[in-house]
Structure formats: C-alpha cells, structure tokens
C-alpha cells in the first residue's frame, strides 16, 4: 500500500486510512442507489472490510434508521470485536424535527447498542443545516459535554451546505470536517471552506465524491447530488470519461484519486455495498496516473456557476 495509506485525523491523535468505507448503502438504500442490499450480504461486505487495509467505517444513526450501524455491530459481534486499530466512526441524527440536547443523547444511546460498542471514538453532528442555526445551539453544546464526559472520543461536523457549515465552524470546538458532494472532479464548492477548516486545524474527511454516481458510472448515470446533473456537467463528465479511457483507466479511480491526492483532505470515504468494490478501491489506489491526464481533467471543471450550490440557487 501507499507510503501515505495512514495519516493522522487532524489533532485527535486517532490514525486513519487514507480511504474510509462508506456505510450509508449497507442498511440498504434502493431508492437512491437503485439495488437492495441484505442483511447477509451487508455483513458480509463489512467482515471483508475488517481483513482489508482500510481502518474504519463510516455510518450515521439515521442512515435506513439505524439499520446500517445494526448491520455493522452484528459484523463486529461475528469477527469477535472489532480488528485492532479499527474505527468506527457514526454520527448523531435528529428525530423528524426533533434536535434537541435530549434527542443528541439519545441518538448516542442508540449507535453504542446498534453497534455494541461502548466507545465511540469520533461522532458527528450530522446534517444540521436543515434545521434552525439558534435552535441547534442545544445539540452543539450537548455533543461537546459528551466528549468532557467522556461519553465520546472527539467530535465532527458532517454536511453539505457549506455556507451552513462556515456558520458551525465559527461556534468552535469542531475537530474534524466532513463535507459532502462538494469536493469532486466536477464541482469545487468547498475550496474556500476545506481551506478554512485546515487553517483552523481541523481533518478534512471528504465523502461522496462521484457524485452519487455519475463519476462511477458516466455511461449510466446523470444525477449529480441526488438531482439531474447541468447540461454542462454531463458534458464534462463525457469529456473527462473519454480522456481517462485514452490514457487507460476509468473515471472512477480519477476521481478518487483526485480526492485522496489532495494534501488537505485526510481521508475520502467511499460507499461500499460490493466486496468486489473494496478489491478495486484498493487498485485504484496503486494506480499511476500521469501528470498529462491530470492536467486535462483539470482544465474541463465546469464553470462554478454549475456547481451544486450555485445550481441550487439558479433553479
């Protein structure tokens, strides 16, 4: 593996790979994904994970209502705990609209016996953009008295809005960044916010970096961010599609490596549903990718104006 495979998260003194296995597709998500995965099948996939050089997982509490953490704790029950040096990352989730300091408890509560675990090394406040900034004031704080009490390891702000996010970094006390959809071969939204949390001494995890699929699959998809992908966007992904085949390799590993290239950013997550996936991954890793195509794929980002948040804000 790569000499750089293992990087330090930022200050917690946790120690990463530099791919992290996404588990929002392991509690099964057809609607967005466009296939069923089981409950075997799910534990299957994380046991291979646990024998790969990956060193941690990425969940949520509410990802398919905690079924993705029971999937994962029930893996851990049958390796006989979880390998050494393994981490577990997971995420606090509102009930419906309910953020309060209860429900953030709560929500903890309820990771830690999915999972079976009774540490939990790195928790994030999930998604709090689509909740009132002043109301959430209540969860924020709980989330950090958890961690002086020991209840958590260290604490992360994951979601994609980043002027959203830019608001949270400013309340302090955030360790890690992880931000979504916004860092990828087509869309460079959060430049200006990666920037901002590596000043601050923040890690930098970055997830969903094909977009939903569309840089997985450029022949097949045409969502970007869980919505119809720009005019201008597919035709840059056709373009880019066409330069990483005459170089031979696949847009795929281009745009992970584009992610896991970046010296600002620790780690990228990557969805995982397929053991199959985690054989590729890790070749893609090993790939050499020339200065050229680099330089091509770097001239054919669309134009900002396309970019997620600006598209959302145009339509």
Request: charge should be negative; include cysteine; proline fraction near 4%.
């Amino acid at each position: 593996m790569r000499d750089n495979w293992l990087r330090p998260l930022g200050s917690t003194g946790l120690t990463v790979s530099a791919a992290c296995a996404g588990g929002s597709g392991l509690g099964s998500m057809p609607a967005v994904f466009g296939y069923d995965v089981t409950r075997k099948e799910a534990v299957g996939l994380v046991l291979r994970v646990f024998d790969s050089p990956l060193t941690w997982i990425d969940t949520s509490n509410g990802y398919s209502d905690g079924e993705s953490e029971l999937r994962i704790g029930l893996a851990i029950k049958e390796y006989g705990g979880l390998p050494d040096g393994f981490l577990v990352a997971t995420k606090v989730d509102a009930r419906g609209k309910d953020y309060s300091g209860a429900r953030v408890r709560a929500s903890i509560a309820e990771s830690k016996e999915r999972l079976g675990l009774d540490e939990l090394p790195l928790v994030h406040l999930h998604d709090p953009e689509f909740h009132d900034f002043e109301s959430m004031r209540e969860a924020v704080d709980t989330l950090m008295q958890l961690r002086a009490d020991g209840e958590i390891g260290h604490v992360g702000l994951a979601g994609g809005n980043t002027t959203e996010l830019g608001r949270y970094l400013d309340l302090g006390g955030f360790e890690v960044l992880l931000v979504h959809n916004r860092w990828s071969l087509v869309d460079h939204t959060a430049g200006p916010l990666i920037r901002r949390a590596v000043a601050d001494g923040l890690a930098v995890i970055n997830a969903a970096i094909y977009g939903g699929g569309i840089l997985a699959n450029p022949q097949g998809a045409t969502k970007y961010g869980y919505r119809d992908a720009p005019g201008a966007v597919l035709e840059a992904v056709a373009a880019m599609d066409k330069a990483c085949r005459e170089y031979g390799t696949d847009l795929a590993t281009a745009a992970l490596r584009h992610s896991v290239d970046n010296p600002d950013i620790t780690a990228t997550v990557v969805g995982i549903t397929k053991p199959a996936r985690v054989d590729a991954l890790l070749e893609a890793m090993e790939v050499d990718l020339p200065d050229e195509l680099l330089n091509r794929l770097g001239s054919l980002l669309p134009d900002e104006r396309f970019w997620v948040e600006r598209t959302k804000e145009t339509t």
